[in-house]
């Protein structure tokens, strides 16, 4: 399923939802990595423990039983660049010829 969403800024984009199998549902939900609230599926990152909606929104999208990350895209971005994005710097190279 994907939803489209409008940032704050007026930018649209598209969220797509978690699709596993039902045998792939039923296992989660038992061991408690998915969880249904409001109708709506939600899964837990397993970095910080938080539910988060089952979609891009939250989470990358991989090729996996889900199509979802297992961490959430904050702790993804925490663990990639743990001491935060920075520009970078780009010298101005000319080319001889």
């Known amino acids: 399923m994907i939803s489209t969403f409008t940032a704050p ?3 649209t984009y598209e969220a797509k939802s978690a699709n596993p199998t039902d045998d792939v549902l039923a296992r989660r939900l038992k061991k408690g990595i998915y ?4 109708d709506e ?3 837990r990152c397993s970095r910080c423990k938080d539910y988060w909606p089952a979609d891009t ?4 999208q991989v ?3 889900d199509g979802l ?3 959430c895209k904050a ?3 925490e663990w990639r660049y743990p001491n935060g994005r920075k520009a970078e710097k780009h010298e101005n190279k000319e080319i001889c010829a």
Do not use: I, M, S, V
């Open 57 to 60: 929104e939250f989470f990358y």
């Open 63 to 65: 090729k996996g039983d």
């Open 75 to 77: 702790c993804y971005q």
């Open 9 to 11: 800024n007026g930018a």
């Open 69 to 71: 990350n297992q961490w």
């Open 35 to 38: 969880r249904y609230e409001d």
């Open 41 to 43: 599926l939600y899964k």
